[in-house]
């Protein structure tokens, strides 16, 4: 017999996170900031990235991160 297939609820949702360092650390900052008040956050996508120029040079890297996190629902209540 096969086990039956459990149902999930995700939600996504949009950040934009930024550094003076690199689009990796910025991508760290979102999820950082995303960790502090959701759980079980599964899923970074960048969509977007883009740089805010100074003087000819790089003053901040942006990212764009769609993030996914599950939701606890009770198996009942789906």
């Known amino acids: 017999m096969e086990a039956p297939i459990g149902k999930s609820v995700y939600n996504f949702i949009d950040l934009v996170g930024t550094s003076n360092e690199s689009w990796e650390d910025a991508v760290q900052s979102?999820?950082?900031t995303a960790n502090?008040?959701?759980?079980n956050v599964r899923i970074a996508e960048v969509t977007r990235?883009?740089?805010?120029?100074r003087e000819g040079g790089i003053?901040?890297?942006?990212?764009?991160?769609?993030?996914s996190f599950k939701h606890e629902v009770e198996p009942e209540t789906l």
């Not at 003053?59 to 993030?67: A, Q």
């Open 30 to 32: 979102a999820i950082n």
């Open 36 to 39: 502090r008040k959701l759980t």
């Open 49 to 53: 990235m883009d740089t805010r120029l």
């Open 59 to 67: 003053m901040e890297y942006r990212v764009r991160v769609t993030l």
